[in-house]
């Protein structure tokens, strides 16, 4: 069973990663702004999308997922 420290580690992770993809956000649209080459504005709209996905998947890995000790049914 996951302890609140555990958990506690999880949400730090889930706190970087949301950081990492606000960054990302910011940058590329600074980048549009100022009229940076059309690779880079797609390298960070691109990292964007894959920490928003990373972000999703470790939530749905730790908090919404079924411990492997409760999928067995009692009998």
């Given at each position: 069973?996951?302890?609140?420290?555990?958990?506690?580690?999880?949400?730090?992770?889930?706190?970087?990663?949301?950081?990492?993809?606000e960054r990302a956000a910011r940058a590329r649209k600074d980048l549009e702004h100022c009229g940076a080459p059309e690779h880079l504005v797609s390298a960070l709209r691109a990292t964007e999308f894959q920490l928003a996905e990373d972000h999703r998947q470790l939530m749905q890995g730790t908090f919404f997922a079924v411990p492997s000790s409760q999928d067995q049914l009692a009998v």
């Open positions: 069973m996951a302890s609140e420290a555990h958990l506690g580690e999880v949400e730090k992770v889930l706190l970087y990663i949301s950081e990492a993809r």
